[in-house]
T-cell receptor, first 115, second 109 residues
Framework: ETGVTQTPRHLVMGMTNKKSLKCEQH?????MYWYKQSAKKPLELMFV???????ENNSVPSRFSPECPNSSHLFLHLHTLQPEDSALYLC??????????????FGQGTRLTVV | GQNIDQPTEMTATEGAIVQINCTYQ??????LFWYQQHAGEAPTFLSY??LDGLEEKGRFSSFLSRSKGYSYLLLKELQMKDSASYLC??????????WGAGTKLIIKP
């Protein structure tokens, strides 16, 4: 079992649908992250949770809503998305935010297509 | 502003050596990371540099010059499995990672 697991791996949804992405980490980490990865663009940090508290929200539209019920689980709730939201959504975890050498461990991502 | 630059794509031959450069301008500096990402897979950690100099780890080495805002990843004895994207990221004064767009490395036989 990998350290960070994301489900589903692939998702196709209509613009009026509501869906959720799930992330689970088995590494005992205290920080979890949502990133958006679009082709040939840098990873975009969306949300950060440190010890279950949201510490970053990088101007993400409200159609994306994160939830962190405990330090092992992270969700991204999606509703009324736009076609330009189609991308790879990556979850990551690290020991804690604010630790310089703390590497991030990534899940394999959810490939989202909005039609 | 904060900016990370790295080449979009590079091609190298199996068995050879390749150097992937990364230049950065960030608000504060708390280290530089290199990650490898195979197509359709998760990025995986390769190296972390916070002090100037060369860090060697097997076939891969990473170099940092803070005064020049410059790093490189050196891959030796290239293998076909090294075909991947290589992501450079710096950690700013708020301990937030700033990412480059990645360098796609193509290895040819």
């Amino acid at each position: 079992e990998t350290g960070v697991t994301q489900t589903p791996r692939h998702l196709v949804m209509g613009m009026t649908n509501k869906k959720s992405l799930k992330c689970e980490q088995h590494l005992g980490h205290n920080a979890m992250y949502w990133y958006k990865q679009s082709a040939k663009k840098p990873l975009e940090l969306m949300f950060v949770y440190n010890f279950k508290e949201q510490t970053e929200n990088n101007s993400v539209p409200s159609r994306f809503s994160p939830e962190c019920p405990n330090s092992s689980h992270l969700f991204l709730h999606l509703h009324t998305l736009q076609p330009e939201d189609s991308a790879l959504y990556l979850c990551a975890s690290s020991q804690e935010q604010g630790s310089g050498s703390s590497e991030a461990f990534f899940g394999q991502g959810t490939r989202l297509t909005v039609v | 502003g904060q900016n990370i630059d790295q080449p979009t794509e590079m091609t190298a031959t199996e068995g050879a050596i390749v150097q992937i450069n990364c230049t950065y301008q960030t608000s504060g500096f708390n280290g530089l990371f290199w990650y490898q990402q195979h197509a359709g897979e998760a990025p995986t950690f390769l190296s972390y540099n916070v002090l100037d100099g060369l860090e060697e780890k097997g076939r891969f080495s990473s170099f940092l010059s803070r005064s020049k805002g410059y790093s490189y990843l050196l891959l030796k004895e290239l293998q076909m499995k090294d075909s991947a994207s290589y992501l450079c990221a710096t950690m700013d004064s708020n301990y937030q990672l700033i990412w480059g767009a990645g360098t796609k490395l193509i290895i040819k036989p």
